[in-house]
């Protein structure tokens, strides 16, 4: 799905307005409404909970207006707070006169703030997506006394003070949500680190906006679900052989790093590869060949890391880096790929590591070559510490455009750059994949998917890190996040894959 920015969010309700023949405040019923049934399974556990709503002089203030009615409709009596201010937007005003005269409502004094018990649910309509700038004066002794009362505050729309898309100072006043409930789409602040604090867990309720607005909105960051990727990954021919899934190259392991090939191999066959080489140093042969049956093992004249290039006519793609090491021979191997590749080439681990510490090898990279890096690789790849997440955004959109490469900067949300400028954040994955050998069973899934010819260099992407987080996901349910192991993920690939593959119709 699309990630508008805040412009673009309003002048989305404002085609929805339109093309629909509706007023704005009955939009504002919409999200309220959609709202309030999220909250109702949440109340019900506990209806006697205190319940306060403090609402801002604009529209998300009109919306905690409409929930508190909404709310009073359901049986529950919140009491709502009204932050003072010399301007109040016409859809605040019109649902303010709409409360029953039985529900209290009571403008906020900022020199004695209410105090509120431990147990209190608090609903944040203070400030929504159209804020510009950091909170100030009474705005934020209001928030800041609401992060001191230690309660839970649920964001509607958007934790106050908390930009949609934009840096702030680092002494900016933002809630700090427990919950946090969108409307339609998501915002990019959601997805970045240094908001996770504020933004707590986050939903996205569908409210109805027009269909044909965000279809044409020009963007450049998605969300990628499973919507977004249903029909990317066909199913297989009854007529399919080896040759039609690739024949993969692995270069991977050194001593005492033997376990990443293993990994990285597995995965990669459970990604559907058609035939797998791993080239490995000598001292991993007996390791390969015991634990994975299934992949060919092509041996290094070296003992202890990787000095030679194979020939690479029979690949369709190659892979490079899981525990590979960083020796100077390892360095020429690297540079004799970079030079001599025809085929995809997915680069991770000390593969970029050494393109961090050679620069001039990044001037070799083939077009469309698949990077994934964590922070701190991708910071040694281009020599410069972000100043903050929205910064890194944008040193990995540049990277992946002037190298014309795809680059994954791996983390919650991973995200995906393409040599066009786009970002596409993945929605899969949990803590527990924070463990040793992740990132290779992730590189062996890409291999394994950059060898299908049938994917185009975007959706083998895609479809990769979906999987892999998928998969995670599948793992944890079974051991939970901190049983989990990377072999675990490997297991679940499978599965993964199956729930993205598109059904062919019936042979004729």
Known sequence: MKILTAAQTHQADQATIQAQGIRSEELMERAAAAFVEWLLARLAADPARPLHIFCGPGNNGGDGLVIARRLYQEGFRAQVWLLPASKYSSDFQLNRQRLPPELVCQELNPEQLPPLPPNALVLDALFGTGLSRPLSDAAAQVVQHLNNSDVCIIAVD????????????????IANARYTISFELPKLAFLLPQN???????H??????????????????????????LGRLPARSKFSHKGT????????GSRGKIGAAVLASKACLRGGVGLLTVRVPAVGYDILQTAVPEAMALTDPSMD??????????????????GLGQEEATREVLRQLLGKATVPLVLDADALNLLGANPDLLSLLPPDSLLTPHPKEFER???????DDYHRLEQLRAFARNHRCYCVLKGAYTALATPDGMLYFNSTGNPGMATGGSGDVLTGLLLALRADKRLTPLDAALLGLYAHGRAGDLAAQETGEAG???????RFIGSALLELTTSLPPQL
């Open 204 to 229: 996205v309720l569908p409210i109805g906006l027009d269909q044909h607005f965000i279809h044409n909105a020009s963007v450049d960051n998605f969300f990628v679900d499973e919507d977004f990727l």
């Open 196 to 202: 996770a604090e504020y933004v707590g867990e986050w």
């Open 158 to 173: 958007i934790p106050s003070g908390l930009l949609a898309d934009a840096p702030q100072p680092s002494d900016s006043v």
């Open 484 to 490: 989990l192991v990377a072999d675990d993920i490997t």
């Open 381 to 387: 790849l281009i020599g410069e510490p972000a100043r």
């Open 305 to 322: 890391f990787v000095t030679e290039l194979p020939d690479l006519k029979s690949y369709a793609a190659v892979g490079i880096g899981p």
């Open 245 to 252: 899934f690739g024949h993969a190259l692995l270069l991977a």
